[in-house]
């Protein structure tokens, strides 16, 4: 079945920093690939998306670009902030009738000043 | 404003005592499912809906039921709760499956002592 794979957390980095946050998937046809963002005591929250091989989502800073060849869909950003700080999950949802979400562990990112 | 409602947000109670957490979406979407939230593994899917009077199992389905009587409406039902049930639940729901965006509700925190 569908599996999403994330880095091993949790991540501390320093205000400005370069963040990547790993993520590779398995599945069958075409998924379209989520990154979703938890804030302390939130549900989750989209955001960004891609929907097919190639495609960027782009979204506060954030960007994360659909590799087929790799099953890769890693998040970058050029300078965190500490309002970054949240737990990140990585998505994919399938291309079926009936495809759900089906998410990564997760991982914690502390940004400090 | 677009939103997941859930009800309660905190919610202590006794093995065996059986509850109910509502979930209530205002954008009209057909879609709705239940997740659970725990440590080291993420998200996973415990039913969900496709439409009204519709529903289907996720992944962990055992010991919880849903009802989908009013497309606004998806109840999660615990008959009988144990302390494996411990954990934080969230509800969603989009217009569709597949690309559209899932929208959370704040999640439920449930202890089972």
């Known amino acids: 079945g569908d599996s999403v794979t994330q880095m091993e957390g949790p991540v501390t980095l320093s205000e400005e920093a370069f963040l990547t946050i790993n993520c590779t998937y398995t599945?069958?046809?075409?998924?379209?690939l989520f990154w979703y963002v938890q804030y302390p005591g939130e549900g989750l929250q989209l955001l960004l998306k891609a929907t097919k091989a190639d495609d960027k989502g782009s979204n506060k800073g954030f960007e994360a670009t659909y590799r087929k060849e790799t099953t890769s869909f890693h998040l970058e950003k050029g300078s965190v902030q500490v309002s970054d700080s949240a737990v990140y999950f990585c998505a994919l949802s399938g291309s079926g009738a009936n495809s759900k979400l089906t998410f990564g562990k997760g991982i914690t990112l502390s940004v400090r000043p | 404003e677009a939103q997941v409602t859930q009800n309660p947000r905190y919610l202590i109670t006794v093995t065996g005592k059986k509850l109910t957490v509502t979930c209530s979406q205002n954008m009209n979407h057909e879609y709705m499912s239940w997740y659970r939230q725990d440590p080291g593994l993420g998200l996973r899917q415990i039913y969900y809906?496709?439409?009204?009077?519709?529903?289907d199992k996720g992944d962990v389905p055992e010991g919880y039921k849903v009802s989908r009587k009013e497309k606004r409406n998806f109840p999660l039902i615990l008959e009988s709760p144990s302390p494996n049930q411990t954990s934080l639940y969230f509800c969603?729901?989009?217009?569709?499956?597949?690309?559209?965006?899932?929208?959370f509700g704040q999640g439920t925190r449930l202890t089972v002592v």
């Open positions: 599945a069958t046809g075409y998924p379209s």
């Open positions: 969603a729901s989009s217009a569709y499956t597949g690309i559209t965006e899932a929208f």
């Open positions: 809906s496709m439409n009204v009077e519709v529903t």
